[in-house]
């Protein structure tokens, strides 16, 4: 049974979380501590809530518990500077919005990632996975991750946003400079991990208030002139507002969507009945992805503050405390699935919290499904031998779940 | 106990349903597994999976529309007059008799 300064140790040391090792110590704290006063070696202290149910409280109430300090834990878990705080759009960026601006600028955009909108773009996705897995047929030998997993949001996204084909890969280089600056592959010598996430942040946002100004000026058949066209009811939203609107779709659609997929193909090679099975099945596709995203849980953790003093699970909090829901845990917790530790494509029903809940739901929901539900068994169709070349590497973050580097065969026989 | 029918469209199948207990229509309809009503968003308004159209409104059912609503209804399939999203639909004394008719997704 690990000590409490090695849990706090672990919990704070983003190294700990790359592979799914880490579980072992959520299984620990579900069992003896589900809501734990967590204490690391530098940055400040938090809550680590590791229940199902304690994670689904904090998202349900985002009054109590506010998104101001950022989504998810920060690295170093040190607050942001006023001067860094503008620039990494707090206030304004929707999942750094509390009620009700919140509202103001989520309902508008739902209408367009609602499922009845997003379904009709199957025969695009579909074209777009073809096309990622000719370029990877051809070749043969190639890495999962770069190759086919992250080529799949940037062409989707990218492409659906209306970013001009040859700032693609800039645009992506950005997003992994924000995202990871806890990996080493990922930082640069003039910035440590705030400033990383922070310019980087900035950088990505410079670039999408461009395309505003200019779907402004001159729209196109994009989701960039949607955002930039988008009113509150009464008032268009501003520059920057619509800038990180835009912001969201960018990181949000590029980042969890290549994990999932990353690690869902690696899971179901490792298990070639249920691959076999969901590729001679694509009925079975909408509970594979399920099982995928929760097996997965490609963003770890949900960072709340409280703004009032509360209680919960026996603990009496401060306003201010900061609140970590481990959704990672509540997606293996026993009292809710059946089997948690068990993968299977089959799993119904499968309330797994991949996607949050309640207010900050993730918008795009209904596109990353999709774009997995096409995906997943179209690699096993085409590639039933698909096997590995060497060990994949995994992301170091204490947020994200993915893979950087997968070599794998594709068809085994071509050679 | 008051009843409300559900009718799928695509099979013309029937469900007569009672609403006791539920908070809205798409909670009846996800209760009882009435096809092509999914309500993925719980009624939060953000998912557009629980589109009916009324075939019949009780005498004294009130059931207002608000203007997300209405922005909803402009990318289900196929909206008419009578569209409605049934998780804004309420259960309340009046309900029974109402009649919906389920499109596909
Ligand atoms: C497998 C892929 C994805 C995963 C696992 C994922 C995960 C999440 C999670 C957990 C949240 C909630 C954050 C919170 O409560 O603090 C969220 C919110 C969000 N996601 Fe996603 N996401 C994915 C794909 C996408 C895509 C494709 C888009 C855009 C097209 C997107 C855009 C957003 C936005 C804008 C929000 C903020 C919503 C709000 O604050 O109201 N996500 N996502
Ligand atoms: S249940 Fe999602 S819009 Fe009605």
New interface residues.
Partial sequence: MPDVLDIDQSLTTPSFFAGMGFHDLFTHLRTHDPVHWTKGADGRKFWSLSKYADCLTIMADPVLFSTIAGPHLPPLARSLTPEEDEKFGTNVHILMTDPPDHGRK???M????????V?PMAPLFTEIVSEILDAAAARNDVDLVDDIAAQLPVKVILRLLGVAEEDWAALQDMTLRTLHAQDAEYQDAEHDEISAKVTYMDKVYQYCAGLIRDRRASPQADYATILAQLTD?GEPFTEREAGFMAVGFVLGGLEGTRNAVSVGLMELMDRPEQARLLAGAPELAKSAVEEVLRWSTPSKNRLRVLTADTELGGHRMSKGDWVIGWVTSANRDEDVFDRPFTFDITRTPNKHLAFGQG?H?C?GR?MARLEMEIMLPEVFRRFPRIERRGEPEWIVSDNATGLKRFPVRLNPEAR | MPEVTFTVEETGTEFVLDATGHATLMHVAVENDVPNI?G??GG??????C?VYVERMPVGYLAPQS??EI??L????EPTDASRLACQLPVNESVGGLRLRVPK?
């Fill in positions: 989520r309902r508008p739902n209408k367009h990632f609602a499922v009845p909108a379904t009811g207010a739901v918008l209904a | 999914e993925e968003c939060d308004m953000s998912c557009g999976t589109h203007s997300d922005d909803m402009e990318v289900v399939n997704l």
